[in-house]
């Protein structure tokens, strides 16, 4: 019913940028919440980057001033710019989104995660 493709991951060396995407696609539906993930090696899931309830977005204080959230509203498009990378960073990034249908009840909907890696 609902979708999310995402796309952007890759191979960076230290100090460079990534533009994460996360599409969302199928029919009646609306996001009226998203997130980014992120589960390096070892480690616990993390919340990276999300939408708050009253439309502010909370960051993780290890990349706080580095990341940002943005969105195309006519493309069902959500990105996180990623700058000044580090090594710590390397980890699958998930998008997270939650989903009106016609459900009875919301949808929590994850994309199939993208790998990023920080290396020299």
């Known amino acids: 019913q609902v979708q999310l493709v995402e796309s952007g991951g890759g191979l960076v060396q230290p100090g460079g940028s990534l533009r994460l995407s996360c599409a969302a696609s199928?029919?009646?539906?609306?996001?009226?919440?998203m997130g980014w993930y992120r589960q390096a090696p070892g480690k616990q899931r993390e919340l990276v980057a999300g939408?708050?309830?009253?439309?502010?977005?909370k960051y993780a204080d290890g990349v706080k001033g580095r990341f940002a959230m943005s969105r195309d509203g006519a493309k069902n498009t959500g990105y996180l710019q990623m700058n000044s990378l580090k090594p710590e960073d390397t980890a699958v990034y998930f998008c997270?989104?939650?989903?009106?249908?016609?459900?009875?009840?919301?949808?929590?909907?994850w994309g199939q995660g993208t790998q990023v890696t920080v290396a020299s």
């Open positions: 939408v708050q309830s009253d439309g502010s977005t």
């Open positions: 997270n989104a939650q989903a009106i249908t016609d459900s009875p009840y919301p949808l929590d909907i």
């Open positions: 199928g029919s009646s539906f609306t996001i009226y919440a």
